[in-house]
Structures are given as C-alpha cells and as structure tokens.
C-alpha cells in the first residue's frame, strides 16, 4: 500500500512537470505559465483517487490513464490548461461534460461555486459520483446523460468544459453559456482537433480561438 508521503511527493513533481509543460508550448497557447489559483488546486486535488485501484502507482504521470469503458483520465497538464483557459471566479457555476470518474470535476470544484458534471456512461458517473461524495467535494452535482443536451434545467452556466471532442462545436451548449462566459471544448475530427476557446459577450455573440492541437475520445451522443 503506498503512503500519503509517496502520494504527496508524486503530486508535487506532477506540479513541476505541468509547469514546464506550460512553457514548451508557451508561445502556441499564449501561456507560458498557468495561475497560482489552478497550480494549487492540483496540488489539493488527489488524483490517485480517481483512477482504477491498479493504475494508482501512475495517478502523478503527466498523461492518460485508462479508467474503463474505452475512457481516459486527461492528462494533468491539459487538465490544468484547461481549468486555467475558464478564469474561473468563486462564485461561478460550472457545466463539465465528460464526468469520467470526476478528477476534472474535482478540480473546478476547488476554484468555483458549484459544479454540474455529466456522463453518457452511468457506471462511470456512478462511480464519480460517489468518489466526489467520499472526498468531500458536496459543491458537485453528478448526472447521466448526453453531454450535448447537459444540463438544461440549471442552465445558463457562467463556464463551460468539455472533455470529450465533437466535430463541431454543440449550439446546445453555445445556448446554455451565459452571455460574459467562457467554454473550452476540444473540437474536430478524430486526427485532427483543437482545443478552443469560446468565448460569449454580454450581447451574445460568440467568437472563438484554438488554443493548442489535442486528441480527446469522440463526444458521444444519445439518439
């Protein structure tokens, strides 16, 4: 069984090596180095908790990890880009599409209000449900369902975060981001994606920029 102690050294060289990935790709994301606020909420968050019992030895690396049903746990670097792309506020409500088993959502519950998370998947939003419950993250509210149509009935959402990539950006989701607020969404097809920022002014319209080439599972949808 390993420690807290291996646990909180293997966080800390994560850290350091999400750092040095913001500077090499620096001058494509327009960020040599991510906020304080985002370094540390990686730091509370303890992402050997939300990978499979066999792969905690690994939770710290700085890439995927399979967690079942053909789905991955994000890279901590992207996870961190991506948390940092929102400037997330305390009092913000989040919409994240692509639960997993809740690590991404348990980062955006350290910096905003109140986190809606959803998952086509029910054994993995399930799962993330109960590892949120069990770590003390109760600003999380965990659904199954189609990432697209999301959360209709708590919308609109001041940030939005995907982590799963459609071909196209959803309008559905465009319609449930509040006008001043941010989405970031890989997008494109499977060879060939961007993550974007979207970004919705108080008139409405939206406009939006790649960030950085990226390969993410297809955002699947219910019919």
Same mark, same amino acid.
């Given at each position: 069984?390993?420690?807290? *102690? +291996? ?7 994560? @850290? ?26 990686? #730091?509370? =968050?303890?992402?050997?908790? +939300? ?13 995927? @990890?399979?967690?079942?049903? #053909? ?5 901590? +670097?992207? =996870? ?26 348990? =980062?955006?519950? %350290? &910096? ?11 054994? &993995? ?15 999380? %509210? ?18 939005? @975060? ?26 494109? @097809? ?15 319209? =939206?406009?939006? %920029? *790649? ?13």
């Amino acid at each position: 069984m390993e420690s807290d *102690e +291996f646990f909180d050294g293997a966080r800390s060289q994560m @850290l350091e090596r999400i750092a040095w990935h913001a500077q090499l790709v620096g001058e494509e994301t327009n960020k040599s180095t991510l906020s304080e606020a985002v370094m540390e909420a990686m #730091g509370r =968050v303890p992402r050997h908790e +939300f990978v499979p019992a066999d792969l905690r030895l690994f939770a710290y690396l700085d890439q995927p @990890l399979p967690i079942g049903q #053909g789905k991955t746990i994000s890279q901590p +670097f992207i =996870v961190a880009l991506m948390t940092d792309l929102l400037h997330l506020q305390p009092e913000d409500r989040v919409l994240d599409v692509g639960t997993g088993l809740g690590y991404q959502a348990a =980062v955006l519950a %350290e &910096l905003a209000d109140r986190v809606y998370t959803v998952d086509i998947l029910e054994e &993995l939003s399930d799962t993330a449900s109960m590892r949120l419950k069990e770590l003390g993250y109760d600003n999380v %509210e965990v659904r199954t369902g189609d990432g697209c149509r999301a959360w209709l009935d708590k919308a609109p959402f001041d940030k939005i @975060l995907v982590a799963a990539a459609p071909e196209l950006i959803p309008p559905s989701l465009l319609h449930q981001l509040k006008p001043g607020g941010k989405m970031v969404v890989p997008a494109g @097809l499977e060879n060939s994606q961007q993550l974007m920022l979207v970004e919705k002014n108080q008139r409405g319209a =939206v406009s939006t %920029e *790649e960030i950085l080439p990226v390969r993410f599972s297809t955002l699947t949808l219910l019919h």
